[in-house]
């Protein structure tokens, strides 16, 4: 039976995105050029595989494709002969063959794109934002979900960060060693905001992602090799905390697709290979004299995955770590977090008080999670009416499919039992 193309462009643009972006910008030093070229690349992937069948390597298809289309472009521009004898004498019109990607090269075009984003020459916040939007192949929106902020603001960070690499000439490599301080801050936060868009997606039927999830763990992974032997503690500890949230995958979907909250999963169905493999991460981050935030998060996430059941779970323990990461990277979403841990171990209406004190401050009303985290609490004391407020205002937040279908349920749930 033949592939099916469009399922094939699917996934190619789902898996391999990032790739395709990194290789283009390598080549031709344009983020906007690498990003059209591969747009109009997967568009001509539509149309022609259809008639003439998918290609033996899909991903190396489209960078070919998406290469002459960047050639292409560059033609229709000012100084065309300039511009074209460069590349020329620079290799770059030679054929592309399918590449070929070790898990173990260092450093690969992914790794390379992360560290040109990075660079102290961007505010921080638009290092983040344009990795999660070449690497990771985000949409605006998603990303300005990530930083809670209006997406026409997202959209204008971005356009300003990718003309700074530009007029700026900002190298597309790796840096040494005594250079990579300067930028970590920035690329840990990239490859966990990537993992965070894997493991629980802005839009799409699927409550996960594991193409992007996957591939921010191996990058970290990528990252704590090229460090060693001194790589500091928090890439040990942001790997660890996303080994530990990925081990879980399985059980967060039931078998219609739905998701599973934590309390409520089936914890044989937890990777435990993957929790072995984070368990000296997590001690070895947390041994310097302070833990940084991935440490702390890696910890919490530990005391979830070392408690048999959920009535097991040292939610003193867990209210501490929050206690100190707020102290650390005091944040509204830190906060939200930790009213949810004093819940857990004080009781709903100690929780509830913290979150309607959060929601005062108006920082988290547009974020879904904020109100779910309320309507659950509220369900708990047995106040349904204002539950079933919350979960409708959750509700009309939430953008993914599968989370809108778990909050539809609850919103059932509380409108029966309060009738």
Known sequence: MLPNPNAVVDLVYRTDWGRIVATLIRQFRDFDVAEE?????????????????????????IIQTARHKAIDRIRRQVRLSEKLESYVESGLMETVEEPKYEIGEIPDDRLRLIFTCCHPALALEAQVALTLRTLGGL????????FLVPPPTMAQRLVRAKRKIRDAG??????????MPARLEAVLTAIYLIFNEGYSPTRGNSPVRSDLSSEAIRLARLLRTLMEPQAPAEV?????????????????????GDLVILEEQDRDRWNQQQIAEALPLVEAALRVPQPGPYAIQ????????????PEDTDWAQIVQLYNLLQ?????PIVALNRAVAIAMRDGPQAGLSLIDDLGATGDL???HLFHAARADLLRRLGSRVEAAESYTQALALATNVSEKRFLERRLREVQVQSA
């Open 170 to 179: 900002i190298p597309y490599i790796v840096p040494d060693t005594k250079e």
């Open 327 to 331: 102290q650390q990277q005091p944040s």
């Open 139 to 146: 949409e605006t929106d998603e990303i300005a979900r990530a």
């Open 365 to 367: 009303q547009t974020y």
């Open 37 to 61: 070229a591969a747009q109009e690349a997967f568009a001509a992937a539509v149309a022609q595989w259809r008639t003439e069948g998918v290609p033996e390597f899909p991903r190396a298809w």
């Open 298 to 309: 890696a910890a919490i996430a530990a005391v979830h995955c070392q408690a048999p059941r």
């Open 236 to 256: 040990s500890g942001l790997l660890a905390l996303m080994l530990l949230h990925d081990s879980r995958r399985e059980a967060r979907l039931d078998d219609a």
